[in-house]
C-alpha cells in the first residue's frame, strides 16, 4: 500500500509504508464493500445537485458510492474558500456584481483584488446554508455499505492528516526539526492516529444502530481491538469506562458521523482533532494517543491553551463574575 495514498499531493512519497498503520488501516477499510459505480450514475446525478434542496427526495433514490463522494464534495469541495449564506438573494446580488459562475450548487466568484504573494485574483464559492444543510442531511441518511465505504476511507484519511502530517506542505511530522511546533516522534503518531481511528468506529457504530444495521458490528469490533494494540492498559481502561463515547470532550455534545464532513472555515460544529494537553507548550511530546480527541471546532477554540479542567473552571469564574455584574451592552452607544 502506498504511503499516505489518499492523501493529495502529500510530500512523503520515499517513505516506506509500516505494518503497524497498514493493520488498522486495512481492517477499517475491509468494513464496507467496494462499489463499482454503474456506468453513467454521475451525469445522472449532477443535475440535481444545481438545488440539493429542492431536488433532495429524488437524491436521496440514489444512495451509492456516486452520491456519497457527490455530497462530501459539496460539503467540503478542498482549497477553494466556501461562503455560507444564509440569504440567497444575497448570493444573486454578489454574482451579479462579480460575474459569477454557477457550478452546481455553488456560485464561483473572482475577487477584484489580487493577493499580497500570488499575481491570481483570489476564487470564492458561494452556497447558500440550506442547500448546506441538505447536504448534510442527505450524506447522513445513507444507508448503502457502498455509502459507507466512502465515508469511512474519507475519515481515514482525516486521521492521516491529523496524526501523521504537517499542515500546509504536510511533511510527516517526524521529519520536521524537532524544536518545531508539529513535530512529533513516528511512534506517537502511530498511537494518535490508533486513537483517533478508535473514537470514529465507536460513533460509525452508534450511527449503524440508529439505522437499525448490525450487519458490520463484529467488523467494527475487531477493527477497534486492532486500534487498542497501540494503547498502553491505563489508555484501554479509559477508553472503555470514562471516555464519553461519541462525545465532544468539552461540551460533551455528541458527535455524529456526518459532522465530520462539515465545512470548517464556516461551520462552528466542525469537528477537527484536538490535544488533552496543549501542543504548543512542548512540555515533552504531547502528539501521543492518550493526548488526543475529536472536538468541535467552536469547543477547541474555546479550550485554547488549556486543558479541559483548566478550561472549565476558567468558564465557571466567567459566569460567576458576569452574575455579579451585569453589562447592558444594548447600551454603547
Given at each position: 500500500?502506498?504511503?499516505?495514498?489518499?492523501?493529495?499531493?502529500?510530500?512523503?512519497?520515499?517513505?516506506?509504508?509500516?505494518?503497524?498503520?497498514?493493520?488498522?488501516?486495512?481492517?477499517?477499510?475491509?468494513?464496507?464493500?467496494?462499489?463499482?459505480?454503474?456506468?453513467?450514475?454521475?451525469?445522472?446525478?449532477?443535475?440535481?445537485?444545481?438545488?440539493?434542496?429542492?431536488?433532495?427526495?429524488?437524491?436521496?433514490?440514489?444512495?451509492?458510492?456516486?452520491?456519497?463522494?457527490?455530497?462530501?464534495?459539496?460539503?467540503?469541495?478542498?482549497?477553494?474558500?466556501?461562503?455560507?449564506?444564509?440569504?440567497?438573494?444575497?448570493?444573486?446580488?454578489?454574482?451579479?456584481?462579480?460575474?459569477?459562475?454557477?457550478?452546481?450548487?455553488?456560485?464561483?466568484?473572482?475577487?477584484?483584488?489580487?493577493?499580497?504573494d500570488t499575481k491570481k485574483y483570489p476564487v470564492l464559492r458561494l452556497l447558500s446554508k440550506r442547500n448546506y444543510d441538505t447536504a448534510?442531511?442527505?450524506?447522513?441518511?445513507?444507508?448503502?455499505?457502498?455509502?459507507?465505504?466512502?465515508?469511512?476511507?474519507?475519515?481515514?484519511?482525516?486521521?492521516?492528516?491529523?496524526?501523521?502530517?504537517?499542515?500546509?506542505?504536510?511533511?510527516?511530522?517526524?521529519?520536521?526539526?524537532?524544536?518545531?511546533?508539529?513535530?512529533?516522534?513516528?511512534?506517537?503518531?502511530?498511537?494518535?492516529?490508533?486513537?483517533?481511528?478508535?473514537?470514529?468506529?465507536?460513533?460509525?457504530?452508534?450511527?449503524?444502530?440508529?439505522?437499525?444495521?448490525?450487519?458490520?458490528?463484529?467488523?467494527?469490533?475487531q477493527a477497534k481491538k486492532i486500534c487498542m494494540k497501540e494503547f498502553n492498559e491505563k489508555e484501554i481502561q479509559f477508553v472503555n469506562?470514562?471516555?464519553?463515547?461519541?462525545?465532544?470532550?468539552?461540551?460533551?455534545?455528541?458527535?455524529?458521523?456526518?459532522?465530520?464532513?462539515?465545512?470548517?472555515?464556516?461551520?462552528?460544529?466542525?469537528?477537527?482533532?484536538?490535544?488533552?494537553?496543549?501542543?504548543?507548550?512542548?512540555?515533552?511530546?504531547?502528539?501521543?494517543?492518550?493526548?488526543?480527541?475529536?472536538?468541535?471546532?467552536?469547543?477547541?477554540?474555546?479550550?485554547?491553551?488549556?486543558?479541559?479542567?483548566?478550561?472549565?473552571?476558567?468558564?465557571?469564574?466567567?459566569?460567576?463574575?458576569?452574575?455579579?455584574?451585569?453589562?447592558?451592552?444594548?447600551?454603547?452607544?
Open positions: 500500500m502506498p504511503w499516505f495514498s489518499g492523501i493529495p499531493k502529500i510530500n512523503n512519497k520515499i517513505i516506506a509504508p509500516n505494518e503497524r498503520w497498514d493493520k488498522i488501516y486495512n481492517s477499517i477499510n475491509s468494513i464496507f464493500p467496494k462499489q463499482t459505480a454503474p456506468r453513467g450514475m454521475r451525469s445522472e446525478i449532477k443535475p440535481y445537485l444545481d438545488s440539493v434542496t429542492e431536488n433532495r427526495d429524488i437524491l436521496i433514490q440514489y444512495d451509492s458510492k456516486v452520491l456519497a463522494n457527490e455530497l462530501i464534495s459539496v460539503l467540503r469541495p478542498g482549497r477553494t474558500t466556501t461562503l455560507l449564506l444564509a440569504d440567497e438573494n444575497q448570493i444573486n446580488d454578489i454574482q451579479r456584481e462579480y460575474g459569477g459562475l454557477i457550478n452546481g450548487p455553488y456560485v464561483n466568484i473572482e475577487l477584484k483584488e489580487k493577493g499580497p448534510l442531511e442527505i450524506l447522513g441518511s445513507l444507508k448503502s455499505p457502498y455509502a459507507f465505504n466512502v465515508i469511512v476511507k474519507n475519515l481515514i484519511v482525516k486521521v492521516e492528516l491529523a496524526a501523521f502530517c504537517k499542515g500546509g506542505d504536510r511533511r510527516a511530522r517526524w521529519r520536521l526539526d524537532n524544536i518545531h511546533p508539529e513535530f512529533a516522534e513516528e511512534n506517537g503518531c502511530y498511537g494518535v492516529a490508533a486513537k483517533l481511528l478508535y473514537y470514529i468506529l465507536d460513533i460509525l457504530k452508534a450511527d449503524l444502530k440508529r439505522k437499525n444495521i448490525e450487519n458490520y458490528t463484529s467488523s467494527i469490533d469506562n470514562i471516555y464519553p463515547k461519541c462525545s465532544c470532550p468539552m461540551c460533551l455534545n455528541e458527535i455524529s458521523l456526518i459532522d465530520f464532513f462539515r465545512n470548517g472555515r464556516n461551520d462552528p460544529y466542525s469537528i477537527v482533532f484536538g490535544h488533552y494537553e496543549y501542543r504548543g507548550a512542548r512540555s515533552g511530546d504531547v502528539h501521543i494517543g492518550k493526548n488526543s480527541f475529536w472536538i468541535h471546532r467552536l469547543c477547541n477554540s474555546i479550550q485554547g491553551i488549556y486543558t479541559i479542567e483548566e478550561t472549565i473552571q476558567i468558564l465557571k469564574d466567567l459566569i460567576l463574575n458576569h452574575s455579579k455584574r451585569i453589562i447592558d451592552w444594548e447600551l454603547r452607544g
